[in-house]
C-alpha cells in the first residue's frame, strides 16, 4: 500500500573527506557517497525532492533552513565525526525530536548526531577484510523490508558484530552474519520525540555497497517510512495546563 | 507524508446482535455499529473499497474469498463470542499471519480471534456508567495519532481499567483515563506473522462513540497504517535450505 | 546480585520418545534430555528442587499438583508435538498466565504449549548437518546472560534460522549464526500474564548440546530469571468495581 | 523469588536545596529527601548498604570510589539540575552503561543524567495542585510490581501528565491518573549499555510521598531489580578481532 513518495524531500548528508583525499575512494565513488546515495534514492523515488550536504559547507550544508526543508535526513560519516560543530548536532537532534526522520548509516553509528540520541557508546566489533554480509529479514511485514530478497547478499563488506552498544531497538528489522561467523544487528528502528530513526549497517567506503539494487531499496523504503506524516515540526515542551480545563470546556460545568 | 488510501480494501466486521435484538441500541446505531464505523471510514477514505460483514452471514460473512480481497479487516464482537466458529476464527487468523491488517475494538479484547492472536486472557476492569474518557497520545509521531487532539474527549463511555492482560505492546499510541480514576492502554500495536494489529478500547454500543469525529479519525488512520505494502499474501512457512545455497549461486564457488 | 536460587521448584518436562525408540539417541543421553537438563541445572543451582516429567506419563507428569509446585517449567519436544493432550496444555497455560516461568528449547518452537503463548506460526528455516553454532550475546546485562561467553560456541548443532515467527521479543538476549551464514534469534524472553517465558534454541537429540557447560548456565540463569517474586499464583480476571470505591475509602469523601 | 538483598550498595543522591533554603520543605524532609529515601530502603533492605550524596559536596559527593561502590544509585534534583558538573554527569553515564543500576525519582526527569540517557527532551505536563495520584499496575508479574497495590494511591501530590517525551520504555511498569484526568507513564524502565535504568515519578518536595509505605516499596523493589548481575564493571568498547579467531582455537582447523 506504500503510495509514490511525491513530496518527500530528502537531504543526503556525507562528511565527503575519504572521496576528497583517497583516490582509490574517489574511484568506487566517484559522485562521493552522498551522490551515490542520492542517485539511488533518485531513482526509485521518483517523486521526491532530493539534495545533499557535506562537512566542508558552511554549517556542513545543514542551515536551518535546509533542515526546515528536510522530511528525512541520511547521514554517512567516519573518519571526521569530531568535526562536526556541536551547535549542527543540536540542530539535527532538534529537527528529529521535532519531526525530522533520520537514517543512519554504516560508521555513522559513532556520529554525534546517532550517539546523542542512543545515550550509549554505540561501540561494535568490526573486521575490514571483505567478508560476505547476509542480510537476513526478521520483521518480513516491516515497510522497510518490502521487496527485499532475505537473505539479501553483500559479495564483500566491512564486518560489524555484536555486541552493538545500542538502546533495545523498537523494531528488529534486519540482523547480518558474517563470513568470520559474527552477527549484527544491522537494520533497527527507534523514535526519538516525533523523529523516526532507522539505523542501518552495510555501506562502506571501500565497497561499493550504495550501487547495490538491494541496498537502495532498503534506503527507498526506510525514506518513505521515516517520513513523518504531520505537515509542521513541533518539539516537544513543558507545559503546566489548568486544572481540568477539558472539563470546562467540553462540558460546561465544573466537577 | 501520509498519502490518500486509494485501494485499500476494508471490511468491518460486526457481530450485529444487539442492534437487531435492543431497540435502544438500534435507535443509537440505524444502520448497525458496522454501518457506523463503515460510513466514518468512507467519508476520510474516499479512495477506498469498503464492505461490511455480519455474524448471521453464512460463514460470518468472511468467506475464503472475502477475506482474500481484504487489505484491513476491523472486528467488533461483546454478546456472541462463542456463537463465532472456530473454523472462521482459524482462517482470519490465517489472513492476519500472512499480511492482512486486524483491527480489534472495544468488547473485541474479547473475542475468539484477538485472545487467538496475544494468547493471554485479554481481561480487564470495567464499570458502565457513562463516565467520560480522557483519551491521550503517547506516541504523537505515530500515523495513528496524525491529526488527534489530545486528549481526545469523549462524554460517556464504558470504563476499561488496568491491568489489561495482553503481551507488553509493540507501540503504545494512547492511554485512556475514566472519571473514577482508572487508566487503560487504549491504543496499542503488535505485529503478528506478516501482519500488522491495533487494538482501540474507545466504542461501546451503548453510546454514539463511533460517530465522535476524531475517534473517525483514529481507525481512519489505523486502516492505512495497518494496510501491508505487500500485493500478495504470505504465510510464514517452515523451509529446509540446502547448506550454503547462496553461497554456490552467488559465487560460483564452494567455500 | 543474584542470590543462589535456594528454593526455586523447577520441573523438566520432556517428550522422550527418540530416546526410548531410537539407540542411537539413548547413547547421547543415557538418561534422557531430561535427564541431562536436569543434572545439569542440579549442579548450578545446589538450592533447587528439580523433578522431571515426561509425555508417557499420566497426565504428562504435569498434574495440577505438579504445576502448582512448580516455579519454571522447562519443555522440550520435537516428534510428538500433537500427542500432547489439549487440556493439559490449557492446564500449562493457565499455570503461566497465573505466574509459574517457561523455558521453552529448541523444537519446542513447535509445541502446542509455545504456539499458543505466541499467536503465530512459530516457523522457521532449518537443516541438519552439524554445523557448529555461534551464540552471541546482545544484552550482556541481562540475567540471563550472565557469566555466559559471548560467543557461546556450539561445535554441531543443527541449523536453525530466520525468519522465526514470533511476536517481536520483549528482550533479545542472544543471537546465532551458523556455518551456512543463517542467523537466528536463538534467546527471547516474553512476558505472558503474570508467568516469564525464555525460549532458547540451542538443543537437539542428535548432539550432546545439554552437556555443554555454557548451555547449562544459559538454563540455570534462566530458571533464576524466570521464577516470580511472588508466593502465590494468580490468574488475570475480568472485574466490575464500584465508582470510585478507592477515593471513599481513601479519602472520606465523595465527589 | 527474590531473594533479601545483602550486599547491595545504594547511593541515594539528591540536590539538596530545597530543604537547606525553604522551611517549609525542611519541615517535610526534615533529613532531606535523600534521608527520607535512605531510611525507606534501609528498613527494607536490611542487609544493604546504604549512603547519600549531595550536590554542595566535593565532586557533588560521587567521586569515581563511590561509583565504584556503587550498586544502585537514586536521583533527585529539581531546580538546580543545571549545578551539577558535565564532568560528573559524564562519570554517572559511563558507571550505567558499565553496569550500575540508576533509578530516576520525579523532576529527575529534566536532570542531565537522564536526558542524557534518553536523547530526547524528557518534557511533560505539570500542575502543582495537591491532586490525588492513582498508580495503576500494568505488569503485575515485574519485579519491581511485588508486593504494591493496584492503585497505590497517594492523596496529595503534583501532577504530571503526557506527551512525556522519552523512548519508548522497554518495559511499562505503572501508569498514573490525576484527579484533572491526565495520565503519565510514571514507572518504566530502560537498558542503557549494561545498566538497568528505572523512572519512578511519584515524588515532590512539598509532598511526603517518600514516607509513604507503598512508594517505598517501590524503590525496593526497583533497588534489587536494577543491581547487576556482574561483580566488575564492563563497559562496552570497540573491538577489531583476528578473522574466524574461535574457528582456531576451538577446533583447531582452518575452513
Redesign the interface.
Known amino acids: 500500500?506504500?503510495?509514490?513518495?511525491?513530496?518527500?524531500r530528502i537531504t543526503v548528508w556525507n562528511e565527503n573527506v575519504h572521496e576528497r583525499t583517497q583516490p582509490e575512494i574517489a574511484a568506487i565513488y566517484p559522485s562521493g557517497i552522498h551522490g551515490a546515495i542520492a542517485d539511488g534514492l533518485a531513482a526509485l523515488l521518483p517523486g521526491a525532492t532530493i539534495r545533499t550536504a557535506t562537512l566542508e559547507q558552511p554549517e556542513h550544508g545543514l542551515t536551518e533552513q535546509v533542515l526546515a526543508e528536510t522530511?528525512v535526513l541520511l547521514w554517512w560519516g567516519h573518519i571526521a565525526h569530531d568535526q562536526v560543530d556541536d551547535a549542527i548536532v543540536a540542530r539535527v537532534?532538534q529537527a528529529v525530536?521535532g519531526?525530522m526522520g533520520l537514517i543512519v548509516l554504516h560508521s555513522g553509528h559513532f556520529s554525534k548526531i546517532f550517539r546523542?540520541?542512543?545515550?550509549?557508546?554505540c561501540?561494535?566489533?568490526?573486521?575490514n577484510?571483505a567478508?560476505?554480509e547476509?542480510v537476513?529479514?526478521?520483521?518480513?511485514?516491516?515497510?522497510i523490508a518490502?521487496g527485499v530478497p532475505?537473505?539479501l547478499?553483500i559479495?564483500h563488506q566491512e564486518m560489524y558484530?555484536?555486541?552493538?552498544?545500542v538502546?533495545?531497538p523498537?523494531?528488529?528489522v534486519f540482523?547480518?552474519?558474517f563470513?568470520?561467523?559474527?552477527?549484527f544487528?544491522s537494520g533497527i528502528t527507534?523514535?526519538?520525540?516525533?523523529?523516526?530513526v532507522f539505523y542501518f549497517s552495510p555501506g562502506d567506503q571501500e565497497y561499493p555497497v550504495y550501487f547495490h539494487p538491494d541496498v537502495r531499496r532498503v534506503l527507498a523504503n526506510a525514506a518513505?517510512w521515516a517520513?513523518?506524516?504531520?505537515d509542521t515540526r513541533?518539539?516537544?515542551?513543558?507545559?503546566?495546563?489548568?486544572?481540568?480545563w477539558?472539563?470546562g470546556e467540553?462540558?460546561g460545568q465544573a466537577?
Not at 558484530?161 to 552498544?165: L, N, S, T
Request: aromatic share 6%; charged share 25%; proline share 8%.
Open positions: 500500500m506504500t503510495e509514490p513518495a511525491t513530496g518527500i522530511d537532534q525530536l519531526g546523542t540520541l542512543m545515550g550509549t557508546t561501540s561494535l566489533r568490526w573486521r577484510e567478508e560476505r547476509l537476513w529479514t526478521t520483521n518480513p511485514g516491516h515497510p518490502h532475505s537473505p547478499i559479495d558484530g555484536e555486541y552493538f552498544d538502546p533495545q523498537d523494531e528488529q540482523i547480518s552474519s563470513e568470520g561467523g559474527e552477527v544487528r527507534y523514535r526519538r520525540g516525533l523523529g523516526r518513505v517520513a513523518s506524516d504531520a513541533s518539539i516537544p515542551q513543558v507545559s503546566n495546563p489548568a486544572r481540568g477539558f472539563v467540553a462540558k466537577r
